[in-house]
T-cell receptor, first 114, second 113 residues
Framework: DQQVKQNSPSLSVQEGRISILNCDYT??????FLWYKKYPAEGPTFLIS?????DKNEDGRFTVFLNKSAKHLSLHIVPSQPGDSAVYFC?????????????FGTGTRLTIIP | DSGVTQTPKHLITATGQRVTLRCSPR?????VYWYQQSLDQGLQFLIQ???????AKGNILERFSAQQFPDLHSELNLSSLELGDSALYFC????????????FGEGSRLTVL
């Protein structure tokens, strides 16, 4: 049972435009959500997170939105840059600390077209 | 560079064999996590150790075991290997800051033939 779902395996976006990556979850006990970014031949790196008590968190070009009633979160990247081309994983945790037993989605490969 | 070191980077072995993957966490990090990423799958949580003690367990097979040593490095032992065990195995560590951020190594790619 996939508790965290990223239904779009891939996404292509023009440079300078907005990239929107989506993630759905089924477990209502999830308390903390994170996005990780992965380049080929590297491990995932943390990008941004959000606690379930918030509905938005922003860090530079990256904004994560959380809709608890819909069990949906999204990552917005604006403006998109070629270096943003990577695989993005959504992850969730039942721990308020967010670093225990993360449940990951299957990832979305984002390609930024120059 | 995340500061987490995993060895070996690549490993090819045969079914039925046993392998050991090694992980050195970031300096000062007490928690070590192991994740498995099979083809086209998300990262599956296997197990977490905190300062030498098992802290949490995920979908880790009985053929797999792990431990964290006094110097905080960790090893993941995979035995009686099957074709389906072929995957990327990631180690991650985290510090005492409760930010939710894990620092991942580059992974060990295991191929079972």
């Amino acid at each position: 049972d996939q508790q965290v779902k990223q239904n779009s395996p891939s996404l292509s976006v023009q440079e300078g435009r907005i990239s929107i990556l989506n993630c759905d979850y089924t477990n209502s006990m999830f308390d903390y959500f994170l996005w990780y970014k992965k380049y080929p031949a590297e491990g995932p790196t943390f990008l941004i997170s959000i606690s379930s008590i918030k509905d938005k968190n922003e860090d530079g070009r990256f904004t994560v939105f959380l809709n608890k009633s819909a069990k949906h979160l999204s990552l917005h990247i604006v403006p998109s840059q070629p270096g943003d081309s990577a695989v993005y994983f959504c992850a969730a945790s039942v721990s308020p600390f967010g670093n225990e037993k993360l449940t990951f989605g299957t990832g979305t490969r984002l390609t930024i077209i120059p | 560079d995340s500061g987490v070191t995993q060895t070996p980077k690549h490993l090819i072995t045969a079914t039925g064999q046993r392998v050991t993957l090694r992980c050195s966490p970031r300096s000062g990090d007490l928690s070590v996590y192991w994740y498995q990423q099979s083809l086209d799958q998300g990262l599956q949580f296997l197990i977490q150790y905190y300062n030498g003690e098992e802290r949490a367990k995920g979908n880790i097979l009985e053929r797999f075991s792990a431990q964290q040593f006094p110097d905080l490095h960790s090893e993941l032992n995979l035995s009686s290997l099957e074709l389906g065990d072929s995957a990327l195995y990631f180690c991650a560590s985290s510090g005492t800051e409760n930010t939710g951020e894990l620092f991942f190594g580059e992974g060990s790619r295991l191929t079972v033939l």
